[in-house]
């Protein structure tokens, strides 16, 4: 991928883009058997699943710099200065062509960039995700509600000049501190989700709610632990930080082609973001999952409550729900934790399908779970040009 911003120094956040792809391909393969090394090598490597090396990013998350006639959307220098990153090869074609439609919005309502240094100013950042059907959601993050009454005077205008975006919002964040979105999130069509089809599953996300930045290697994660899954099937599962509930919707259900000794899974998806529990729930609604179940609550807390339901307080997030038999976890970067981990140990659960976005601390959980083997490994390019990757384990215990 070749890439004029990094060429002239404006923009280094791509730290492999000097290396060719198959050559960070295979660092990204050593590091994780590095990581996982003699004592949790899996029985089976499966081919690293990657994708296009450019084009691949659904999300673009953009400063807003510049001035009103002149806006930048892109990143800030170390001046706190617009840098304009509109052609960035990392996103998809559909966000590239909307980015200078939505420069030229920011100038029509008369959107104020945010100036970091001088702590003034409106507009601080556009969010924008293309699903794979085309549809836009756009999100502006707002200072105030202050350019507000601006904003939805010019969004017909936007809603013509950019006939593929679905959903529109603001969001609001008021501090001044390093963060890319508030809590507050005024949606100002009558859309309020945009559909990502996945195969089979549409995921429906609201616009605080998360999503793989690469939907092709998204799809190939889901579908690798779908077929895990198919094979062990078990009659419960549980999706720990399950996001929007890409993995607890693919699993609902036994794969085309397959047989299953059961009429259905029980499925209980828990995570912590209400706005990604109320996604899930209604992708689960639309395709009828009647026997998926999802729980705005804590992984950990539902867990190690789950296993005290004897004593657990009546309506209680874990009352009366028995330990599956299989759990997928999908943990931030920080990994699942020692109690977590030392829940899972303790526990009668089986089988565990481990999605780690960090590999150090997918070896840490590993070594704090030690009555369990690594029956299969396989990484995820989900971020080429960049030393991130995904890995899924599936663990068996002895």
Not at 209 to 223: E, K, R
């Amino acid at each position: 991928m070749q890439c004029d911003y990094f060429d002239a120094g404006l923009c280094r956040s791509c730290t492999l883009l000097d290396r060719p792809y198959p050559v960070q391909v295979a660092e990204k393969e050593v590091r994780v058997r590095d990581l996982l090394g003699e004592r949790h090598a899996p029985a089976a490597w499966l081919p690293t699943l990657t994708g296009p090396e450019s084009g691949f990013r659904n999300k673009a998350k953009m400063v807003v710099g510049g001035t009103i006639d002149e806006p930048t959307l892109g990143i800030l220098d170390g001046r706190g200065q617009g840098v304009d990153l509109r052609g960035c090869g990392l996103h998809t074609t559909g966000i590239q062509e909307a980015l200078p439609t939505l420069a030229a919005f920011v100038t029509r309502a008369r959107l104020l960039p945010y100036d970091v240094p001088k702590r003034r100013g409106e507009a601080k950042y556009v969010h924008v995700t293309e699903s794979p059907s085309g549809e836009l959601m756009v999100r502006f993050v707002l200072r105030s509600e202050q350019a507000l009454p601006r904003l939805r005077a010019e969004l017909p205008w936007l809603l013509e000049a950019l006939p593929r975006v679905a959903v529109v919002s603001v969001n609001l964040l008021p501090e001044h501190k390093a963060v890319l979105e508030g809590t507050d999130e005024i949606v100002l069509t009558d859309r309020e989700t945009l559909t990502m089809q996945l195969g089979e599953v549409d995921l429906e996300l609201r616009p605080q709610s998360f999503f793989q930045t690469n939907t092709a290697i998204a799809a190939g994660l889901y579908a690798q632990a779908a077929e895990w899954v198919d094979a062990i099937d078990p009659a419960t599962v549980w999706d720990l930080y399950c996001g929007v509930g890409g993995f607890a919707l693919h699993v609902a259900r036994p794969g085309a082609g397959r047989t299953s000794r059961h009429a259905h899974r029980e499925v209980v998806g828990i995570e912590t973001s209400e706005e990604a529990v109320a996604s899930a729930r209604g992708s689960a609604r639309r395709a009828g999952l009647e026997h998926v179940r999802f729980a705005a609550y804590d992984a950990t807390r539902f867990a190690t409550t789950a296993a005290a339901s004897a004593s657990a307080e009546p309506g209680s997030a874990g009352a009366g729900t028995a330990p599956p038999e299989l759990v997928i976890v999908n943990p931030p970067r920080r990994g699942i934790g020692a109690t977590l981990a030392g829940w899972l140990e303790g526990s009668d659960v089986e089988h565990v399908v481990y999605s780690s976005c960090n590999p150090v601390t997918l070896a840490s959980d590993l070594d704090a779970m030690p009555s369990f083997d690594v029956v299969a490994a396989r990484v995820f390019d989900m971020f080429p040009q960049t030393p991130h990757l995904e890995a899924m384990a599936l663990l068996r215990r002895r």
